[in-house]
Each structure stands twice: as C-alpha cells, then as structure tokens.
C-alpha cells in the first residue's frame, strides 16, 4: 500500500476516535459493532481507532502491550476490519498509558544515562517494539494511517530517537505516519519533517481559538506538512468549554454547554483553509443508550445536540 498524504485526507478530515481506551473484551462484540455503525451514522469518514498499552510508572521501561487490559491483535484487525466495512478511512493510534494515573506526557528519564537508573534507551527500545507491531497490523490491513504517538510532551526533545522510530516504521508500513502531539506543542517539535502530517491535540479554552490558531498556522507553514486536529472536543457539562481537557472538572451534565464549545471550534476552524479537519474525542466501544445520551456528561456526542450539529457539519464538507 502506498498513499499519497494530500489525497488521503481529501476532501475533509470527518473523523472521530473510536475504541479508548481499549480495554481487552470491550472490542469485537455486539455492542461495538453497533457503536461504530452509530458513529459512521454522523457523516463520519475517518476514524481514529486508538488504543492503550500499558508502563507501570513513569519511570518504567517496559511497555506491555502484549498484556491486558490491552486489546489482543485479533480485536484490532477486527475493528479494522468493521470501521472499513462501514467505508471509513482508519488511522491506527496505539498509544501508552501509565498504569499509576500519572498522564504519558510525564514518562521522562535523565538527559544522560547514568548507571543504576532508567534510560530512554531502554524505554524507547520497548516503546519501538509496541509500535511496530501496531505498524505491522496497519500494513497487513491497509490502514491509511499510522499515529506513531500521542502527547509524549518530555519524550518530544528526543529527536534522534523519534527519527530512528519512524524510520523503523517506513521499513514495514507503507501508508501515512503523524504524530499527535498535545495542545500548545505544534511549534515546539523538531522533528515534523519525518512524518507525513502534522497533528495535535486541539483542546482549547473556546475563547482562545483564535490566537492558538495563529500561533499554530505559522509552525504548520514552516514544516510545509498538512494539518489536522488529531484529538479535539469537550465534555458535555458545566465549566467544560473553558478547560476542555480536563476530562474530570466537577459540573452538572449540559448538552448545551458541548453544543456552544463545538459550534466556536468549527467556527474558528472554518476559516483557516489550513486546518484539513478532525479526529474528534471520543466514541466508546460500548455506548450508552439515547435515552441516557442527557445525563452522559462525557465527550462522546451521541443523542446529544453537538451530534447533531456534527452530522449536518460534516455532511455539508464531504459531499
């Protein structure tokens, strides 16, 4: 297989991440074969199907993917396999998780290796090992993409491990690579010249679109690479658009309140021609019934209005 990046994501980036975190039984079942047929029913067209391996700590050097609660290879070609026979495009998004809590943006070791203590040597020969396998699943199963990463913020400054991952990659996957880094990272990585496409995780306060849309425009101009929004969206509750990222805020359900988050995120969104679309966050692999989509205060917009509002959107910029 063979893609070529800009036709790829012709016309619009309509995605949505299916499947976090992965958790081994949860895929390849009644209910998640109805949930992806739910979520290609919103004008989707693409979908991020993602998934999480887990280190024990931070520090931890050993990511064990081959382990539960991670899905098995056999739930993830599955889920290949439905998301395509639904006539959905597939990014595939392994990603780590650090079984303590601590969020993967913290997984760090010292600059320079010293006796007796982790290196990022040791990590990143484990790391490589979890994502070519991932790589090797896409191949076999044509997906159009591969997400090498996701939100490895101290991980980001070691270029030279990066590029020798990506190129590991190359070797055996023959489709688009990126990488998603998180919010406010797009003009701090180095290394945007070994991937295909450009991505990140867009959860910005609704009143800061704009401006983080100016800064990311000119860091997207000097890598010459395309852009999407890898991740981005916000929980249908209280408080929720001004710090869409903090999936645990305290407020009362609202519908409402993801409605005006994603009408702004769209409509800043709208006017960069730049910005090729979204995988938006998220769709579980098991879904909550429409009846409960009010009281759900989570970020999956299903019977919920910003569902709505998605299905005409994407509708009207893929057809």
């Known amino acids: 297989?063979?893609?070529?990046?800009?036709?790829?994501?012709?016309?619009?980036?309509?995605?949505?991440?299916?499947?976090?975190?992965?958790v081994r039984g949860t895929?390849?079942?009644?209910?998640?074969?109805?949930?992806?047929?739910a979520m290609s029913a919103h004008g989707v067209n693409w979908?991020?199907?993602?998934?999480?391996?887990?280190?024990?700590t931070a520090q931890s050097t050993e990511v064990r993917f081959r382990e539960a609660p991670t899905v098995t290879e056999e739930e993830i070609v599955w889920a290949i396999r439905e998301a395509k026979a639904l006539g959905l495009n597939v990014c595939l998004k392994p990603v780590v998780n650090v079984a303590d809590g601590t969020w993967r943006a913290h997984i760090g070791f010292f600059d320079q290796d010293?006796?007796?203590?982790?290196?990022?040597?040791?990590w990143f020969a484990s790391y490589r090992e979890f994502i070519l396998h991932a790589a090797r699943i896409a191949e076999a199963e044509s997906c159009e993409m591969l997400c090498i990463g996701c939100e490895m913020v101290?991980?980001?400054?070691?270029?030279?491990e990066w590029r020798d991952l990506i190129a590991a990659v190359r070797a055996v996957y023959s489709g688009v690579v990126t990488?998603?880094?998180?919010?406010y990272q797009e003009d701090r990585l180095a290394w945007w010249d070994a991937v295909d496409v450009v991505t990140s995780s867009g959860y910005y306060p609704i009143d800061r679109w704009d401006a983080e849309l100016d800064r990311i425009e000119k860091a997207v101009a000097a890598t010459g690479k395309p852009f999407f929004f890898m991740e981005a969206g916000c929980p249908s509750r209280e408080g929720s658009p001004d710090r869409p990222n903090d999936w645990s805020l305290a407020g009362?359900?609202?519908?409402?309140?993801?409605?005006?988050?994603?009408?702004?995120?769209?409509?800043?969104?709208?006017?960069?021609?730049?910005?090729?679309?979204?995988?938006l966050w998220d769709w579980p692999p098991a879904l909550y019934a429409a009846e409960d989509a009010a009281e759900n205060d989570d970020y999956c917009p299903y019977g919920k209005p910003a569902g709505e509002f998605l299905r005409e959107r994407y509708a009207a910029v893929t057809t």
């Open 252 to 279: 009362a359900p609202s519908g409402d309140a993801q409605l005006r988050y994603y009408e702004a995120m769209f409509a800043a969104c709208d006017a960069r021609p730049w910005v090729r679309g979204f995988m």
């Open 27 to 37: 895929w390849a079942t009644a209910a998640a074969s109805e949930s992806l047929r």
């Open 114 to 122: 010293v006796p007796g203590e982790p290196t990022w040597g040791e």
């Open 1 to 22: 297989m063979s893609v070529d990046t800009a036709e790829a994501l012709e016309p619009y980036v309509a995605g949505m991440t299916w499947g976090w975190t992965g």
């Open 179 to 183: 990488y998603n880094c998180d919010k």
């Open 47 to 56: 979908t991020a199907i993602a998934y999480a391996a887990l280190q024990d």
């Open 154 to 160: 101290r991980a980001d400054a070691r270029e030279a």
